[in-house]
């Protein structure tokens, strides 16, 4: 079990409390400050596996190291950032990273309606209603993140990434979704061999929400997308992180069944487990982990990853600012701590019930 910290000076959690919750072996971390499509310096990356191992954390999980755009778009100019990608990948390996939680979201990441619902327990979450996305104008959208994530940089969100926010959206209007997918492809091409050669395993993160916003194409959203993006290599170091928030977000998408096809693959690296609660076809906010909080069946879909012999890692996903805790949305502690809990604890049982 890991848990996503966002490294000094971008989290306000301690190490050393990560490490006091039952069963958390290592953290997910990344180096917010370079900017996408530069590489990660070998240094930044020693000192931070240092400052991790100190509290008996390990460091196995990179999330992210982001897609510069000029890639996603197909220009001529990404056979430089994907050589920059592959230098980054190259000293990673040599802390001993083993996986690499990415995505190919067109210029943003996740999207929300609200960073701080108010639920009626006086917890506070995230929420996303579907009209409220679909009428608002990105840049607006950006300048409320801004303001509401508590002095946080939101990954995906990040300021480079926004500052010609409204430029590159206007580029994917040439982009079809075919192009796209043989952009994905391309990349993968790429930097497949090199995960290989490094062992390091590839996992890209579903779309969220699974369908296109900003007229963007997106594309990892579905059972069938998942097989079509890991049929553009076979490789199993092409993988994928199964984040059951994003793509359960469409009720299409079954969750055991999708779980049970792909870890038995062998190409799930990652899973982010959460739960949210639907409030219409579309709309929804998110809830404590326990099935009961939601709409999702956390038994069964940590069922569906131990029956198929998962066994890669594992980490509880967004919780809900509760006990008056405030930081960046999300990603607060106490919430994640009980996810973490609740995760080993059905781990355990399931493990048990299958001597
Ligand atoms: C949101 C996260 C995403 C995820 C990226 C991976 O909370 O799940 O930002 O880290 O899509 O690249």
């Given at each position: 079990?890991?848990?996503?910290?966002?490294?000094?000076?971008?989290?306000?959690?301690?190490?050393?409390y990560?490490?006091?919750?039952?069963?958390?072996?290592?953290?997910?971390?990344?180096?917010?400050?370079i900017?996408?499509?530069?590489?990660?310096?070998?240094?930044r990356?020693?000192?931070?596996?240092?400052?991790?191992?100190?509290?008996?954390?390990?460091?196995?999980?990179?999330?992210?190291?982001?897609?510069?755009?000029?890639?996603?778009?197909?220009?001529?100019?990404?056979?430089?950032?994907?050589?920059?990608?592959?230098?980054?990948?190259?000293?990673?390996?040599?802390i001993?990273?083993?996986?690499?939680?990415?995505?190919?979201?067109?210029?943003?990441?996740?999207?929300?309606?609200?960073?701080a619902r108010?639920?009626?327990?006086?917890?506070?979450?995230?929420?996303?209603?579907?009209?409220?996305?679909?009428?608002?104008?990105?840049?607006?959208?950006?300048?409320?993140?801004?303001?509401?994530?508590?002095?946080?940089?939101l990954?995906?969100w990040?300021?480079?990434?926004?500052?010609?926010?409204?430029?590159?959206?206007?580029?994917?209007?040439?982009?079809?979704?075919?192009?796209?997918?043989?952009?994905?492809?391309?990349?993968?091409d790429s930097?497949?061999?090199?995960?290989?050669?490094?062992?390091?395993?590839?996992?890209?993160?579903?779309?969220?929400?699974?369908?296109?916003?900003?007229?963007l194409?997106?594309?990892?959203?579905?059972?069938?997308?998942?097989?079509?993006?890991?049929?553009?290599?076979?490789?199993?170091?092409?993988?994928?992180?199964?984040?059951?928030?994003?793509?359960?977000?469409?009720?299409?998408?079954?969750?055991?069944?999708?779980?049970?096809?792909?870890?038995?693959q062998?190409?799930?690296?990652?899973?982010?487990?959460r739960?949210?609660?639907?409030?219409?076809?579309?709309?929804?906010?998110e809830?404590?982990?326990?099935?009961?909080?939601?709409?999702?069946?956390?038994?069964?879909?940590?069922?569906?990853?131990?029956?198929?012999?998962?066994?890669?890692?594992?980490?509880?996903?967004?919780?809900?600012?509760?006990?008056?805790e405030?930081?960046?949305?999300?990603?607060?502690?106490?919430?994640?701590?009980?996810?973490?809990?609740?995760?080993?604890?059905?781990?355990?049982?399931?493990?048990?019930?299958?001597?």
């Amino acid at each position: 079990m890991v848990f996503r910290w966002f490294a000094e000076g971008h989290d306000k959690i301690p190490l050393g409390y990560i490490r006091q919750i039952p069963g958390m072996t290592g953290v997910v971390t990344s180096l917010l400050d370079i900017p996408v499509g530069e590489v990660w310096p070998i240094e930044r990356v020693k000192r931070l596996k240092q400052e991790i191992n100190k509290y008996d954390l390990e460091i196995e999980v990179i999330e992210s190291v982001n897609i510069h755009e000029d890639i996603k778009l197909g220009e001529k100019t990404r056979d430089q950032y994907i050589q920059a990608y592959i230098d980054t990948m190259k000293n990673l390996s040599q802390i001993g990273v083993k996986a690499i939680c990415y995505n190919f979201m067109p210029v943003l990441d996740w999207a929300r309606s609200d960073l701080a619902r108010s639920l009626q327990d006086g917890s506070k979450t995230m929420s996303y209603q579907h009209d409220y996305i679909m009428n608002i104008n990105p840049r607006n959208l950006a300048e409320q993140f801004g303001n509401q994530s508590n002095g946080f940089e939101l990954p995906g969100w990040e300021p480079d990434r926004l500052k010609e926010m409204v430029a590159t959206i206007d580029k994917y209007k040439s982009i079809d979704e075919k192009q796209f997918w043989n952009n994905i492809k391309y990349f993968l091409d790429s930097v497949i061999p090199y995960a290989e050669k490094f062992d390091i395993k590839m996992a890209i993160h579903p779309d969220d929400p699974p369908w296109s916003i900003f007229g963007l194409p997106r594309v990892l959203t579905s059972r069938d997308n998942i097989r079509k993006f890991l049929n553009l290599n076979t490789s199993v170091y092409n993988g994928i992180t199964l984040c059951t928030g994003s793509l359960g977000s469409n009720r299409n998408n079954n969750l055991p069944s999708i779980i049970s096809e792909f870890a038995a693959q062998g190409r799930i690296h990652f899973a982010h487990i959460r739960n949210l609660r639907f409030e219409s076809e579309k709309d929804f906010y998110e809830c404590g982990h326990l099935s009961k909080c939601g709409s999702f069946d956390l038994f069964e879909i940590v069922k569906a990853f131990y029956d198929s012999g998962f066994d890669g890692y594992i980490r509880p996903d967004h919780g809900r600012m509760i006990w008056d805790e405030t930081g960046r949305p999300g990603y607060g502690l106490y919430d994640r701590a009980l996810g973490a809990t609740y995760l080993n604890g059905l781990w355990e049982a399931i493990e048990k019930m299958n001597p």
